[in-house]
């Protein structure tokens, strides 16, 4: 898997893209997940849904606690709404 931007009209989108063969053995892709907009720079204009993402992996896979998951994801939302980011 691998991270693709894509351009559509105006907008600039993030996207986790997976590699696979078809029937006929010919590689392609496949959008995994969507990210969202990016800006000019490449830095995600929803960035929660990717705090949300990495802490649940992150949980997952059992570097953090389900608790300091959902801790991080709240945090993010509250420095969203104040406007207060680190």
């Known amino acids: 898997m691998f991270i693709r931007y894509s ?5 600039r989108y993030c996207q986790i893209v997976e590699s696979y063969r078809d029937e006929n053995k010919k ?3 496949r959008i995994v ?4 907009k990016v800006d000019e720079n490449g830095v995600p ?5 990717l705090v949300a ?8 896979c059992g570097v ?3 608790e300091e998951a959902k801790s991080a994801k ?3 939302k509250t420095q ?3 406007g207060h980011h680190q």
């Open 7 to 11: 351009n559509y009209g105006k907008n």
């Open 27 to 29: 590689p392609k892709h």
């Open 33 to 36: 997940m969507g990210l969202g």
């Open 45 to 49: 204009l929803d960035a929660g849904r």
């Open 53 to 60: 993402l990495a802490a649940q992996i992150n949980a997952a």
């Open 64 to 66: 953090i606690t389900k």
């Open 74 to 76: 709240n945090k993010h």
């Open 80 to 82: 969203e709404r104040t």
